[in-house]
């Protein structure tokens, strides 16, 4: 295969050739050199020209997976996402601890009425009311728990909504809502929340917070 | 060791329905005496106001977290032997580490029962007499 390159090369070496005289003892050694020199930039421009097809492949590989990426998120509309989806989650999650909120109170007076009806019942039978209404009290711990692991929830959306913003942003799209930019009840609820309650096997209980206090 | 029942106990919450729930705990247990405050900075303005006998903290709260008041009130002279218990959802070794580390009296985990903090408020009174 004759190049550009090596023809270059050759054209350099047949110039210095011409110069010498017919008869000259050197000829033999530059028209040898010659052919060292073709045959290197030869070598020299396949192998180039091998890297440079293995790099357009590569690339024409990642343009398409771009592509392909691009039309899977256009396809899922990640525009409804933020616009939709997550303030209908937000106000779904709004409602579900107003709910709690609600009925964990409607719970309470129940309980604060029943211990009021028991101002003159015989002692005995006050007590073996009030210990099932500590059980009640003890169970709406359920609504400080639930709270907490909703404020949870509400953090980890914002954190799936701020991904999507930036996505949508290498995109080229404009994000609908700026970061932090979430419905301030819900964001309210998001607030101050240290790690919160742990799974089961992820944090201590409380036999094993009592052997650290000892 | 007799415990007066009368005995100002401070419980501060963010959750309203909490402290509702832990005031009535309290109230089966037997302490009336019980003041309410919904954030570290307002609990902290009431316990220098007026002398208690014992907080009971939780830890998730704005302006003031629990264990911003717990370290606010060891740090004044005339509070800093108070004893006070944190009652929270936080579980973690590393949570529960830092809280005795600013001088917790005793820790709570949520969700809790009657029998825990009767025997914790017990405990702490205890120690502290």
Known sequence: ?214 | MKIDPNLPILIVDDYRTMLRIIRNLLRQIGFTNVDEATDGASALTKLREKPYGLVISDWNMQPMTGLELLQAVRADPKLAHLPFIMVTAESKTENVLAAKEAGVSNYIVKPFNADTLRAKITSVLTKAS
Do not use: W
């Open chain 1, 1 to 214: 295969m004759t190049s550009e390159m090596s023809e270059l090369g050759g054209r350099v070496v047949d110039a210095i050739l011409a110069a010498e005289p017919q008869d000259s003892p050197r000829r033999p050694l530059l028209e040898e050199a010659r052919r060292i020199v073709v045959d290197l930039l030869e070598s020299f421009e396949r192998a180039v020209s091998s890297e440079q097809r293995r790099l357009r492949a590569e690339l024409d590989a990642l343009a398409g997976m771009i592509a392909t990426m691009k039309r899977e998120v256009e396809a899922i509309r990640p525009e409804e996402i933020e616009t939709r989806h997550m303030p209908t989650v937000n106000g779904e999650i709004g409602a579900i601890a107003a709910h709690l909120e609600t009925a964990t109170g409607d719970i309470l007076d129940a309980c604060e009425s029943i211990e009021r009806t028991l101002e003159g019942v015989p002692e005995a039978q006050a007590e073996a009311v009030r210990e099932q209404v500590t059980r009640i009290y003890e169970a709406c711990n359920f609504h400080d728990i639930s709270g907490q692991r909703i404020r949870k929830i509400v953090k980890t959306l914002e954190n799936v909504e701020e991904r999507i913003s930036a996505l949508l942003a290498v995109l080229g799209q404009q994000p609908r809502r700026q970061r932090g930019e979430s419905d301030p009840a819900v964001a309210a609820l998001a607030n101050s929340l240290l790690e919160g309650p742990q799974l089961p096997g992820n944090g201590r209980s409380q036999d094993e917070i009592d052997a650290l206090f000892g």
